[in-house]
């Protein structure tokens, strides 16, 4: 067993790649509500933020599938640090600025590539403090103790 599998668990896995769907689909419509004065809050109602989850779930999956994928080659090789968390979403979050918003305009401001690559940070970051983080809690699994004899 990979020392990464026994510092969490399956359900811990699932609920950072559930996070991964949400969070990004809830940033982007946020952010679209704060540069775009025309638009109102009201217009939407109160189903904000399932248009969010909605807009993510079906529009971020081929990104989160790749990051996905190049966190399992990360945590197949013991590298599942904080800083490749960090950086696997800042990629993700170029990669999705340079394929959605390919003029680098959002909202008719100049600001898709360090959005992106902010919320692909906060992302990959929450990804791993939700399937990493937090070690303490986890019921520790220590090895038997071995003497050493000269």
Known sequence: MSRSLKRTTRLRVVLALVFAFVLPGLLLGEAYYLLDPSVGREETGPGFAVIGVVFGFFLGWPFVLGAAVAWSI???????????????????????????????????????????????????LGVWWIAYGRQSRLPVKLAPKTRLVL
Do not use: K
Not at 86 to 96: H, N, Q, R, S
Not at 106 to 115: E, G, M, N
């Open 74 to 124: 990360l945590d197949s090789l013991e590298r599942h640090f904080a800083w490749t968390a960090a950086l696997v979403g800042v990629l993700t979050g170029l990669a999705v600025s340079a394929y959605a918003f390919r003029n680098g305009m959002f909202q008719t401001q100049p600001v898709a590539y360090p959005l992106c690559a902010a919320i692909g940070l906060a992302t990959g």
